[in-house]
């Protein structure tokens, strides 16, 4: 379950569920073209705790890049390195599934910055919501996904980072380490740094946020 706060918009909570692509399509769809006079959003999850003003986030959008619809932090386990296992094998140079700052390690949708007037705009996001196009991509990359928005983010992010705004990891500091204790130790650190102070913890897995 997501919250979604925006300019001129009541709070609302999205009920996609994980791994539902056809869910994920409406949901979005709902806020691109119902939802018109809206211009901005900043979806969250539950499981946050905010240590900044969270009207400070909006000001991220003023720091989109032209071409950029969405502001999203990356991913901080090696949870995609695993999921791309297949196409990283094919393709030993890629940077698909690497860690920051030089790799690809995917994104996570724990806080999420949606542009709705720059996603109508772009004709190559709207293009990549058909289904085909994302059925194109799954068998590039041999995807299959199961956290929903944020696999799709993703996996349109390896072909397209120039639709993503990447937020500082003080934006969606996630404190999960499942994948630490699950083959990746020798590497995990590489993607849970995070460096400065930080505005929002994401304890995502249940894992217990920290006390004041």
Not at 122 to 151: A, I
């Amino acid at each position: 379950c997501k919250v979604c706060v925006g300019s001129g918009m009541a709070v609302c909570r999205s009920t996609s569920r994980k791994g539902d692509n056809n869910c994920f399509v409406s949901h979005y769809s709902f806020f691109l073209f119902v939802l018109s006079e809206i211009t901005q959003i900043i979806q969250v999850d539950l499981d946050l705790k905010y240590k900044a003003n969270i009207r400070d986030l909006f000001e991220e959008f003023d720091n989109f890049q032209e071409g950029a619809v969405i502001g999203i932090a990356r991913e901080m386990q090696p949870v995609y390195r695993h999921t791309f296992w297949q196409y990283r094998r094919e393709n030993p140079q890629t940077r698909v599934g690497e860690p920051p700052p030089d790799g690809l390690p995917g994104f996570n949708s724990g806080v999420l910055l949606l542009n709705l007037e720059a996603m109508r705009r772009s004709k190559l996001y709207n293009q990549l919501l058909e289904p085909g196009m994302v059925q194109k991509l799954t068998e590039k990359y041999h995807f299959k996904g199961h956290l929903g928005d944020q696999d799709f983010f993703t996996m349109v992010g390896m072909e397209h980072p120039e639709l993503f705004h990447v937020l500082d990891c003080t934006w969606n500091r996630q404190l999960c380490t499942w994948w630490k204790d699950h083959g990746y130790s020798d590497v995990f650190d590489q993607y849970f740094r995070c460096d400065g102070e930080v505005k929002i913890y994401h304890g995502n897995c249940n894992t217990p946020i920290p006390e004041d």
